[in-house]
């Protein structure tokens, strides 16, 4: 069986660019790095829209690499 790996997923947004920009960190049980990403889309939501969509292109990307046992984190920090 697959040993359980961990996903911290993060985005932040720029109003003035108006772009989101999000990255996963993969980790395994001894929290060594496994793989990482970033990706920025042209567009503009709320905080925890853009965490979602980082989470949705986390998950994308764990699809890819064929990994199933994932814990994701995410910190959805609401700066007004």
């Not at 920009?21 to 990482?36: F, H, I, P, T, Y």
């Not at 567009?43 to 199933?68: D, N, P």
Request: charged content about 20%; glycine content about 6%; overall charge neutral.
């Amino acid at each position: 069986m697959a040993s359980l790996l961990k996903c911290n997923v993060d985005a932040a947004i720029s109003t003035a660019d108006r772009t989101i920009s999000m990255g996963a960190v993969l980790q395994d049980s001894e929290r060594r790095l496994v793989g990482a990403m970033t990706d920025v889309l042209k567009a503009s939501m709320s905080s925890a829209e853009s965490e979602a969509r980082g989470l949705l292109h986390g998950l994308k990307w764990i699809t890819t690499l064929g990994h199933q046992r994932v814990i994701f984190e995410i910190r959805l920090q609401d700066v007004s």
